[in-house]
């Protein structure tokens, strides 16, 4: 069995899941009619243990499915004492089919997924042990989510700018997945996320809009430290934020606690959706997450019987409104699978319904730690366009802070005459000095330049060695029909 050990703000954040899963105990959650919903998690991990030892993984990978080893990990820290064993003899967490020596020799030196995702035992990889206080409270939220942050609806119900402060032109920053903070990356001078908020404030944009993930599971330290902290402060009510998985992790208590009640968030109005307007544009952000029921809030989605029908009027508010939409969410429209794009439903099934019977004009999403320009002809768009015919931009930019790799999947449809992919993030790591940093790729961001209906994207790739920002994609000037 591993051994592990943990810095005090790490073993903190035991201490606090420990103390919330006592108290539950003691309060007799245990018993309550949730303990069905939340021992519906135990199921999901179990599977994703059979899928690791099915061996599944090697030709099909599901990022569904990511948690293989998150049994294992969590007896280890049961039985170290840094997890309370009350998981297993009252919260009913099984043991664990795979052992250390299946561990010792499964390939741990690290293998890069389809989509990029690594499975190292590293800092921010697929298999760091901190991964696991995700999962501990994901399930302690399951069982009593009265605890969860209520969702804050916009005041009026709609988050509009007043029309003699529109702007007729604005440089929009787009980082997704970024909270990781500063960490110590090998022998590098500066993290990911530090080199990409250099490379942000490099390009001097009007706004930054950050699509959500603050990590491990945006507690309100984790908010305070990995997200506010690294922000600069003349962004104040210039920067917009997003619920996300790892956000709900928390129950969204240090997002919508401590995030959104500061003041550099004042135009969101405390709200995890919001809107502004740039020339005949108007950005509108939504939460992917809230309402999302699936297993650790990994698909994604806007609305459900329990709410969220707000957001989708926001945004069909929007879409009638003559102007063009620039939509953001944390989780991915299209799905990264072997068998190339496809919709992830039920996300985007809601998100065209809004915008019936059009594709949204551009869509910005996170949650695929990756870089990634679609093409504008899809087969899976179905012949549809956005309004007045122009053609659909679909962009993944989750890749602002977390280490990832050269996805094969994505490498595939990347080429010939009329690739899928236009651009995916596949630039090495230069000067690699660990066996995790010889899989890496270039993390990075996106600017979206707008004037009046004009609109241009161009992503960015950062690194330590010079140059430290490095355009790698630029789409053509296009004035879009409004």
Same mark, same amino acid.
């Given at each position: ?196 908020? #250099?490379?942000?404030? #490099? ?27 690294? !922000? ?50 108007? !950005? ?199």
């Amino acid at each position: 069995m591993d051994t592990y050990s943990f810095d005090e703000n790490t073993q903190n954040t035991f201490n606090d899941i420990n103390e919330k899963l006592e108290t539950a105990y003691q309060e007799e959650a245990h018993l309550s009619t949730d303990r069905g919903v939340a021992d519906q998690f135990w199921k999901y991990l179990v599977s994703c243990e059979n899928y690791f030892l099915s061996g599944a993984y090697k030709e099909d990978y599901r990022h569904d499915m990511e948690n293989m080893f998150g049994l294992y990990f969590l007896n280890n820290l049961v039985d170290q004492g840094f997890l309370t064993e009350i998981l297993r003899s009252v919260f009913g967490m099984p043991k664990a089919q795979i052992d250390s020596s299946m561990v010792e020799e499964w390939n741990v030196s690290g293998w890069v997924a389809g989509d990029g995702t690594i499975y190292a035992i590293s800092k921010y990889c697929q298999l760091d042990i901190k991964w696991t206080l995700v999962l501990v409270y994901y399930y302690y939220y399951k069982l009593r989510p009265s605890k969860r942050h209520d969702f804050v609806l916009q005041p009026d119900g709609v988050n509009s700018t007043p029309s003699d402060k529109i702007p007729s032109s604005a440089k929009i920053a787009i980082i997704g997945d970024w909270g990781t903070g500063k960490w110590t990356d090998g022998d590098k001078t500066r993290c990911p996320a530090q080199l990409v908020i #250099a490379g942000v404030v #490099a390009q001097n944009p009007d706004y930054i809009v950050h699509l959500g993930d603050v990590y491990y599971a945006g507690t309100e330290n984790e908010e305070r430290e990995n997200f506010l902290q690294m !922000i600069p402060e003349k962004y104040k009510g210039k920067f917009y934020t997003m619920n996300s998985n790892h956000e709900m992790y928390d129950g969204a208590n240090g997002l919508m606690g401590t995030t959104l009640q500061n003041p550099r968030f004042s135009e969101q109005n405390k709200s995890t959706y919001f809107s502004f307007e740039v020339g005949n544009w108007i !950005i509108v952000g939504l939460d992917s997450a809230y309402y999302d029921e699936s297993a650790l809030y990994m698909d994604g989605i806007i609305a459900t019987k329990h709410g969220g029908q707000k957001q989708l009027e926001f945004l069909t508010k929007a879409y009638n409104s003559g102007k063009q939409v620039l939509l953001c969410t944390h989780h991915n429209g299209i799905e990264v699978d072997k068998h190339g794009p496809k919709p992830n439903n039920p996300l985007w099934g809601q998100v065209l319904g809004a915008t019936h019977p059009h594709v949204p004009d551009v869509w910005y999403w996170g949650h695929v730690h990756n870089g990634i320009v679609y093409n504008e002809d899809l087969a899976m768009y179905g012949g549809k366009t956005a309004k007045n015919g122009n053609k659909p931009k679909m962009r993944c930019c989750g890749h602002a802070s977390i280490p990832y790799g050269d996805g094969s999947y994505l490498e595939k449809i990347s080429t010939g005459n009329d690739p899928e992919v236009l651009y995916y993030g596949k630039t090495p790591m230069p000067d690699p000095s660990t066996e995790v940093q010889k899989m890496r790729v270039l993390n990075g961001f996106s600017i979206v330049e707008i004037n009046n209906s004009d609109i241009t994207e161009t992503f960015y790739e950062v690194s330590n060695e010079a140059p430290l920002v490095r355009e790698v994609w630029h789409s053509p000037k296009k004035h879009l029909s409004s």
